[in-house]
């Protein structure tokens, strides 16, 4: 019950978690849009506002110079000339300009009688003839039609001229730079000027290619024809970071949320380690207690066999079970100096008597100690023992302990459809030593390979409690051969057997 609430509190937090950074980088996402969207209206609106000033620019530069012509307009006669049908009048105008070019109007007009002679009388003004002020209507709307001919004239004489003498690029760059201001964009920019079909006219002095990706375009003189018309390209340097900028006062809330969601897994991390540190203690309390049950059990059953007098007791039976008890106390010890080896984990460095050590010798000699341990139990030791550079410099109980436990695990994993084996190499390989010591046992699975020299971990063997041990022996070797400033690593298959190899380096 307790692994399931943990669980559950662990997955709604971790849930939390995610929605909570989701909605974050969600908001992020919207001010990254709305930041991108407005500086693309802000641009856009530059730019119309640039093409339109070029064109007011030209115009105005054009009218300027035009200006003597309109003011030297005169005209030169008023001709009326009336056709058969005496209902209408038609009026032949020629203006003529001081440079001596003649511009010629006909107008026709409803004829009225000559008798008609009346007045029109303005406001505050004397009165005229109304044909005399007729007249004069006339010659006011002639004159005004006259310089809108010229004028349109000069404009469009303006348009067949190529756009690199209609466009001032200082004019350019000092209105675009304007406008951008008026919008609220204050970044360096680069623009360029193309002809409609995309040649390049002219680009300001520092232009770099930068940011070309993400240019902003606008069609200049869109009034013309389409072939007199141009592009204005501006591209912006440092478009991303200017949209980034806005996100910068979010950035103190993702980071207190990340160092929320660190703690929290680190948290979560130290519960399970916890826990799992809770199933190992139990775990090694279950096995100390099997392991010391059985010899205290022997011992106690020899003794009491000793002492009670209605058993006959023969010189045989007496020797059996003192070596009984005898056998069951090294077994008890033994295991007792195991559980001390636990002192050892607790300091960060093991107290080493080191010397140097032949190392071909150190294992010959283990080899024939527990040959009688491995014929007893129907297997055989093959020693190979060929590294030319055996000296290593070690501590000779710990390193002798580290050969042993790895025999005896060897013995303990066995099978029992087949003959033990059990195989000792050594070699040299470049400045190092190594040993090897391989079995056809049971094997490992890849899953528990990795683990086999954490402290108390146990390979599991079913249901079946016929592998004795508190899952200290691969941690003490592995501790033993780190201290030692060496390696070593296992490999295994099951139902084939586990080979460990050892690298010490030399002296």
Not at 64 to 91: E, H, L, P, Y
Not at 220 to 239: E, S
Request: charged residues 25%; contains cysteine; proline residues 2%.
């Amino acid at each position: 019950m307790k692994k399931t609430t943990i669980s559950i509190l662990a997955a709604v937090m971790g849930i939390s978690f995610v929605c909570l950074l989701a909605l974050q980088v969600y908001y992020i996402e919207e001010v990254l849009d709305l930041r991108r969207l407005h500086f693309v209206e802000s641009v856009n609106r530059s730019l119309l506002a640039t093409a339109h000033e070029l064109e007011l620019d030209e115009a105005t530069r054009y009218l300027n110079q035009g200006s003597d012509a309109i003011a030297g307009i005169a005209m030169a006669s008023d001709s009326v000339t009336v056709t058969t049908d005496s209902a209408f009048i038609q009026r032949t105008h020629t203006i003529t300009a001081k440079d001596g070019s003649a511009f010629s109007t006909i107008e026709t007009t409803a004829n009225t009688k000559f008798s008609d002679k009346y007045f029109t009388k303005r406001p505050n003004e004397k009165t005229m003839p109304r044909s005399l002020e007729s007249i004069m209507k006339e010659r006011y709307d002639n004159g005004k039609a006259l310089i809108e001919e010229v004028i349109y004239s000069m404009l469009y004489t303006a348009s067949d001229r190529p756009l690199v003498d209609r466009i001032d690029i200082n004019v350019l760059d000092q209105t675009l730079r304007t406008q951008l201001a008026n919008n609220g964009i204050n970044i360096p920019y680069h623009f360029s000027v193309y002809t409609s079909n995309g040649n390049l006219v002219m680009r300001c002095s520092d232009y770099e290619t930068e940011g070309e990706n993400n240019a902003f375009t606008t069609t200049i003189f869109r009034n013309d024809p389409v072939q007199k018309m141009g592009t204005l390209k501006v591209h912006f340097p440092m478009y991303s970071r200017y949209i980034t900028q806005s996100i910068w006062f979010l950035m103190p809330s993702l980071i207190f949320t990340l160092i929320l969601l660190i703690t929290f897994i680190v948290t979560l991390v130290l519960v399970f380690r916890q826990k799992k540190l809770t199933e190992v203690k139990n775990d090694f309390i279950n096995n100390m207690t099997h392991e010391f049950k059985t010899p205290i059990s022997s011992i106690s059953l020899a003794a009491q066999m000793l002492c009670d007098e209605s058993v006959p007791k023969s010189e045989k039976m007496t020797r059996r079970l003192a070596n009984t008890i005898n056998d069951e106390t090294n077994r008890l010890r033994f295991q007792v100096e195991k559980v001390l080896q636990l002192s050892m984990y607790e300091n960060q460095r093991a107290r080493l008597n080191l010397r140097e050590v032949d190392a071909n010798e150190l294992i010959a000699g283990v080899i024939h100690t527990f040959t009688l341990k491995v014929e007893k139990n129907g297997g055989k030791i093959i020693s190979n023992l060929r590294a030319e550079k055996p000296d290593i410099y070690v501590d000779e109980m710990h390193f002798t302990n580290v050969i042993f436990n790895l025999m005896d695990n060897a013995v303990k994993y066995r099978r029992q459809d087949a003959q033990l084996e059990l195989k000792l190499s050594t070699w040299n390989e470049n400045d190092h030593l190594c040993i090897s010591i391989q079995d056809n046992g049971i094997g490992i699975k890849k899953d528990d390979i990795k683990k086999i020299f954490e402290k108390f971990y146990r390979v599991h063997t079913g249901n079946l409690h016929d592998v004795k041990g508190f899952g200290l022996g691969l941690a003490y070797v592995k501790k033993i051969i780190t201290e030692h400033k060496g390696t070593i690593t296992a490999e295994s298959e099951i139902g084939i057997g586990t080979k460990f190899i050892i690298k010490m380096p030399l002296v």
